[in-house]
């Protein structure tokens, strides 16, 4: 799979870093946004490891925040998608569209 090939679970979780922007997409919000949205609840793990893939295919970067007094003093490693995840997420959402094009009466609900 290519960099700007994205999987279902890195494209969810792009969309969750996009719509929280870079200072409040981190692992714990991510997971709540995704729960939120589309009820699939997810381990944090699995989160963890996608970000790792998204930031070794140059997709998104992460930067290390303040303590947070909550958390015992621990920071929050916060996510920024980059250009070529965004271009990622775009050609996704184009994939998608191309296949649902003319599908109406095979999906419709009956």
């Known amino acids: 799979m290519g960099k700007d ?4 679970f890195e494209l969810l979780v792009l969309l969750a870093c996009l719509r929280l922007g870079e200072h409040e997409a981190y692992a714990v919000s991510i997971v709540d946004e ?11 793990a699995a989160v963890y490891v996608t970000l790792q893939r998204l930031e070794k295919k140059a997709l998104i970067s992460t930067r290390l925040g303040a303590p947070v007094a909550e958390r015992g003093g621990k920071a929050r490693r916060h996510v ?7 271009e990622a997420v775009r050609l996704s959402r184009q994939a998608f569209q191309n296949m649902w094009a003319g599908l109406g009466p095979q999906v419709e609900d009956r």
């Open 34 to 44: 995704i729960l939120a949205r589309t009820g699939r609840e997810i381990h944090r």
């Open 80 to 86: 920024r998608v980059e250009a070529a995840g965004t």
């Open 5 to 8: 090939n994205l999987g279902e």
